[in-house]
Structure formats: C-alpha cells, structure tokens
C-alpha cells in the first residue's frame, strides 16, 4: 500500500467511526423494559395456539380474538377476562381430505380463523382456513355469549387455504374485499369483491406475480370530490417485479388500488375490475441496492381533515440476509391518487430474444382515462357505469395496469430505522403535547416479541421505550388500539397482550420523566409523579422536542444505604441506570472514581473486591445524559460503605479473595515448567532411540519373535507406583507416549485413563521397563 493512502486511511478511521456512533441507525431505544407479568395484561388458553386475528368492538367493550379453532369475546379493559368464547374446529372428514393431500395434520390441518370483520346490523363475518377447505359464517354477541349461526359459506377467494400465507381483507357497507389465493396450491392470486355482484382481477402475471398480500384500505375519496370521483379501496402487497431487466428474481413493493362501485366490463373484463392499477412504492434505506420490502401498514386520517391529509405509514424489511435494518416509511394519500391520475403508463415491449422489456408507454391514451373510476366527465359521456366503458380502454387496462412513476415517501427518506429485531407491525397515534403541538406516536411490533414507541421530532428518529410482550419471544402478528381504553393490543402465537398507550409510572424522577421526552407524559410538581396529559388538570413539565430537564425543580436529596463489608470481603453496589442513553460514573466521598483490579464498573453496579479499611466511604453513582439542550446529571444510588472486621466478611459477599496459597499466576508458572520438562524428557528419549519413531515402524515389525519377547513390557500405571516397581526390580524407566499398537494390556491402560481424565494438567503416557540394556 502506498504510504500516503495508508496514512490517509490511518486518519479517517477515527473520523468514521465517530460518525458511525453518531448514526441514528446505531441509537437504541431509551429505555428497554424486559419481560414482566407486571408489564401486561396477558391472555391465552391452554392448547390453543396462533392469536392473529382480532376485531374491536368498542360498542360491546370487546376484544374479539381469534386464534387456532377458537374465538374469543375478551373484555377490552382487561383482556385477562374471558367474557366468551366459542369453538370453530373442522370436521375429522376435513381433517382426512387435508391429510390425503399430502399436508401435516398438526399444523395445517385445523381450522385457523383469519377473517373478522363487523357487519352493519352488529353481527360479525368470520372465515377460518378449515383445514384447507376455507368456510365462512356469521357470528353474534347476545346474552353474554358467543354464537355462530351455522350459516357456511364457501370462503375461497375470501380466506386463504394455507393458514401461513399472507393475505388482506376489508369489510365496506357489507361487501368483503379480500386479497388470497383461490385455489389449493396458492398459486392463484385474486384481489375480489365478494358481494351480488362479485368481481376479481384477472390471472396475468402482469396483474398479479407471486404476490405476498399485507394490508387494504378504503379511502373516501367520493367526499367532497370536485370531479365527482368514486371511493377508492387500496391494496399493499409485494411481488416478483416483472419489468425488472435482470438475471434473478426480484421482489419490490406495490400499492394498487381499485374503484368501490366497479361492475367490470360487458364484453371485455367481464366480472373482472376495470379500474385495476398498481405503482410501485419505495422506501429508500441508505445506499441499498435491493428495494425493502413492506410488511404492514396503517391509514392514519385527521376525521377534522380532509382526506388528502390522510397518510399510510409502512414497515420495510430488507429482502437481503446481508442487512439488518427495518424502516418506517410515510406516504400522502394524495401523492398516491396523482399518479394513478396524472401519471404515465408501462407497456411490455417484445425484444429479439422472446424476452418481453416493460418500457413507459409514449402513445396515445384512450378516454376515458384507463382506470379512471366513472365521475362527472364520463358522465358527460354517458358513461354511467364501468358496463358502459368502451372495449379500447378496458383493453388498454387489461394490458398496462402497471404504473411507470415510483411513489416515494414523504422526504423521500424513512421516518424510522432501527438496527436488529424485524419490524412485523406498526400502528400510529395521535396525541397533543404540552406545547400545543400534535405528534404521532409509532408503536412498532417486532419479530422478537417486542413493541417499540417512537416518534420522529422533525427528523430526528427518537425510540421512547422497548417493551417486551412475550416470553419467550414470539413474533408480533397483530397490532389493535383503542381510542376508548387508550390501549395497545397484541397478538402473537403464544397468547395476546395488552398495555396502555401512556407508560409514564416508568419514571420516577422529574429529570427521568422530561428525558424520556414522551408526549403522553408530563411532571406534575404538586404530586410529585410522571402521570399522563390526560389525567393531569394542572400545568405540567415537559420537554418533547429538546429534553430540556433544566425545567426541573430541585430533586430532593437521596439519604445513602449503609452497607457493611468485612476486610477482605468483596461487594457488589448496585446502580440500574435509568436510561441507555445514559452513561453511569461513580464518585467516592464526592471524587471521580477511577476503575481498577479492586474497583470494577459493571453494567449494573460496581464490584468493590477484597476491600481493606481505607475503602470505606460515600459511594455515590450518577447517570449522567445529554439532550439536545445540555449534559444531566442525577444521583441514581447512594451508599455508606463501613468495612468493620466485626462484620465477619458478611453482607452482599460475591467471593472471597484466596490469600496464603499459590496465586493463578504461579500455577500457571508451574504447569508451563512441567510441559517445557516433559517435552525435553520425550525429546531425549527419541534422540537416544528408547521411543521408537513414526516412520520405523515398519523396520520394528521385521524383528525376530525373540527380541519382542525380550522388550519392555508396556503398563500404563501411575507414576508412584511405576517409580515403586522400578527401584523394587532395580531396572531403569523410561518414560513414553502411549502407544495404540499395543493391545496387550488395553484393559488396564482404559482403567487407569479414566483415573486420570479429570487431572490438570492432562497426560496420556505410559511408562516401560527395559529388559534390553542395548537399548539404553
């Protein structure tokens, strides 16, 4: 390497890795609360298993859960509280045909429901895969119980077959749109509207390629529409990109959306939609070259506003085993509606080598616009219905319904990435701070079992907490919130879970409570408590933005605890740092307290070892934290150590230090010595021909019988005792290597290796007597 480059190099290693610690993608959430009964309300019942649907229905104060055979009425209060519950299992005839089908008769041959959805006269749509023969029904609350109504309907096309494929679904004035497969082998995808007058999307890999379903939405878009437009129903879902010009395959994100009131077409496009369009939606990560891919989503509108100010937020994942980074996207709806309105068209293009190049169509597009939903200027045209559409349009649909424009999100960046644990699931929440501003709150399921609150102030990523639902860790399937109970709702395969939106009790001190920088919560100095917005009637401290804990009153002054130690004792002063943001330092009678042998800083505490009486003292341990406003310090632990020698070494005794006998150094001194003495001793040996070598073994098998009889006979004993029979025979030893060919005291040389196996250092020798004095 050249000098200067190497130099070069040498100088921006330190410069790189400042940045690399300064990355928000490096930051960790505030605060980590592990597992804790006491953390949540939990539900699950014995022998039932894949919690990943529910249903809120906050007009009964119901959970409605539904999981492997069963669903659930739980109180949305307390979800630890069954209110009902009702058994959907297949049949042992379904149960056989799915056997007989080659599939495995635990895991896929059940009834797992998938579909819950309310209808307008209070009942509830429910569809479960029912061991790969999907069914439907109408369930009911009344009475305090359950009740399905034995009304089947076929539910493919509206219920996946296999209970481990993704899929969507959404009820609108009573009609089913759902996204699956419609056939056994999942290899038939369908967007359909399940009503009298059902509608699909056609079998075109155009439309269509190897898709994973995950979200749909309905966007009013009829309100208030100057043109007269028609409510939109949005899907998200990733796929096998066809227009990709590549060696393999690539997978990319989509959103499609289609009109409410499409018939489909009267000779072309018949029961199939003729307002089918889906753009690509990207979420750049750093420099990635492969595009994420979305798992979730969740529609959030302002019901004051209009609904172009309506937003998707979007969880990504990489599709590569090379990062581990998971992002939050958010997107307009109104960047989306522009350029399935405004935007142009992609049209495949045959090439020489019967490879088909998907371009931006240049030609002329037909009216109405292909995909257009019927408003007021096809009305003009007397085009009232999609029936009415002329075959040219419905044809220009049917091949191009792929969008050239990608949608990007709002400043063209993630609003949230994190490094570790996969997104799975995300929901949004509104809430007003103390300055008067709104922001929205992030709660993220993960595939370790864990919900991130996060909120980006003005493009700075901030994660809040971590919590922990599940132990052990089971991916988050599902996430719920109740405007009503101001409650999260998880679902995962071991059970479901419930916390409150506003943790604020987590903090038990002004400063703690202002650094967390949580909008739901706030310092009331009259009771002294970190409580909620909400709860609170007087003017609280908070700081969201900056983390301004200099607003804080003085914090009353923590008494030490007085802890005992006797000389030479060891112990451990603990000290549980209230943020990871936060760095702790210790202090001994108001000084820096420098780490050492004797004094060793750990993660939670420090270990004071064989502690002499010049130890004693103050001990005091500090979290020291940096906002964007200044550098905090508060006293987390106080101790009084008294090391008194009437204290008999008691106390928080972790071990006692070894005193009087060989230190580790010294046994490691001797065992050196004896290896370096043995190894002289067997080189000796093989210079004077008493072991033989390797490569004479063959000349040793070519001896006469009666120089074999004449040999030293091979014991492996222990070294006292060989020494014993040495000078009892009065015959000289030597000390050798076991040899494997000889098999003529294998049973002794077994018994006394096993003696041996646990001694250090560990030898495998054996000692011979020489009969021959030729051979010494």
């Known amino acids: 390497m050249h000098p200067l480059l190497s130099f070069s190099v040498f100088w921006l290693l330190p410069l790189a890795l400042m940045l690399e610690e300064d990355s928000p993608l490096n930051s960790v959430p505030r605060r980590f609360v592990p597992y804790h009964r006491d953390n949540a309300r939990l539900f699950h019942a014995e022998g039932v298993s894949n919690y990943s649907t529910m249903l809120l229905r906050e007009d009964l104060d119901l959970l409605v859960l539904g999981a492997r055979e069963a669903v659930y009425a739980l109180d949305l209060n307390d979800i630890s509280k069954k209110r009902a519950s009702v058994k959907w299992e297949a049949t042992q005839q379904k149960k056989a045909e799915c056997q007989n089908k080659g599939k495995d008769a635990e895991m896929d041959c059940k009834n797992y429901i998938r579909i819950l959805h309310k209808m307008k006269d209070n009942r509830m749509y429910v569809c479960g895969t029912n061991a790969f023969d999907p069914e439907c029904d109408y369930m009911s609350f009344a009475g305090g119980e359950l009740t399905l109504q034995k009304k089947v309907e076929d539910g493919k096309g509206k219920c996946p077959f296999d209970p481990f494929q ?121 420099e990635s070259q492969l595009p994420y891919i979305i798992q979730d989503t969740y529609r959030w509108c302002d019901p004051k506003l209009h609904w172009k100010k309506c937003l998707f937020y979007a969880v990504f994942t990489p599709q590569s085993d090379t990062s581990d980074l998971s992002a939050v996207c958010v997107y307009r709806v109104s960047d989306i509606s522009k350029v399935f309105a405004e935007g142009k068209y992609k049209t495949p ?69 994190r490094r570790g644990a996969t997104f799975t699931h995300i929901i949004v929440n509104e809430v007003e701070a103390a300055d008067g501003n709104k922001y929205h709150v992030m709660f993220v399921g993960t595939d370790n079992g864990t919900v991130l609150k996060a909120v980006n102030y003005d493009g700075e990523m901030f994660i809040i907490e971590e919590v922990q639902l599940f132990q052990p860790p089971q991916p988050i399937k599902i996430l719920k919130f109740s405007n009503v109970t101001g409650q999260l709702y998880a679902g995962s395969d071991y059970g479901a879970a419930q916390i409150p939106l506003a943790t604020c009790g987590r903090s038990s001190c002004c400063m703690d409570c202002v650094l967390a920088r949580d909008p739901y919560c706030g310092w009331d100095k009259t009771v002294g408590k970190c409580v909620s917005l909400s709860d609170s009637q007087s003017e609280l401290i908070q700081s969201v933005k900056d983390g301004n804990a200099s607003l804080c009153p003085e914090a009353d002054p923590i008494k030490p605890v007085n802890q005992s130690i006797g000389p030479g004792g060891d112990v451990k002063l603990s000290c549980l740092s209230p943020s990871n943001h936060a ?194």
Request: hydrophobic share 35%; proline share 5%.
């Open 166 to 286: 993704r899929y969507a679904s959404i009820m609108v004035d009573d009609d089913l749109y759902s996204a699956t497969s419609v056939n056994f082998l999942g290899s038939e995808p369908i967007l359909m509207r399940s009503s009298k007058s059902s509608i699909r999307t056609e079998f075109k890999s155009s439309w269509l390629n190897e898709p994973n379903f995950v979200s749909m939405a309905q966007m009013p878009e009829s309100d208030k529409s100057e043109k007269g437009d028609d409510d939109k129903v949005y899907l998200f879902f990733s796929e096998t990109a066809v227009e990709c010009d590549c060696y393999n395959k690539l997978v990319v994100s989509r959103v499609a959306r289609v009109c409410k009131g499409d018939s489909g077409g009267l000779r072309t496009l018949q029961k199939k939609w003729t307002s089918f369009l889906k753009a690509r939606l990207d979420c750049p990560v750093l």
């Open 349 to 417: 293009v045959p090439v020489e080598t019967s490879f088909v190049k998907w371009v931006m169509y240049s030609g002329e597009v037909p009216s109405p616009r292909p995909g257009a939903c019927i408003n007021d200027e096809a009305r003009n045209a007397s085009i009232t219905t999609t029936l009415d559409l002329p075959d040219r349009t419905l044809q220009f649909i049917k091949d191009k319904p792929l969008m050239d424009q990608s949608i990007l999100p709002i400043g063209q960046k993630p609003v949230l990435v």
């Open 583 to 776: 760095k702790t330092i210790w202090q001994r009678d108001d000084s820096g307290l420098i780490p050492s042998a004797r004094f060793q800083h750990l993660g939670d505490g420090l270990l004071i070892l064989n502690a002499s009486f010049s130890d004693a003292g103050r001990y005091r341990c500090l979290s020291v934290e940096r906002s964007k406003t200044d550098k905090y310090e508060t006293t987390v632990a106080y101790y009084h150590v008294i090391v008194d020698a009437a204290a008999g070494k008691d106390g928080q005794v972790l071990y006692h230090a070894q005193t009087g006998g060989p230190s580790v150094a010294g046994l490691q001194a001797v065992v050196v010595l004896l290896v370096v003495c043995l190894l002289a001793l067997a080189a000796w040996n093989f210079y004077k021909g008493h072991l033989p070598l390797p490569w004479k073994c063959g000349k040793n098998r070519e001896q006469p019988q009666g120089m074999h009889d004449q040999e030293a006979v091979n014991t492996t004993v222990a070294y006292g005792d060989a020494q014993r029979t040495a000078l009892a025979e009065d015959k000289p030893l030597v000390f050798t290597t076991h040899n494997n060919s000889n098999n003529n005291h294998a049973g002794e040389e077994g018994a006394v290796g096993a003696s041996e196996e646990n001694e250090a250092p560990k030898l495998s020798a054996s000692l011979q007597f020489i009969d021959d004095e030729s051979e010494i």
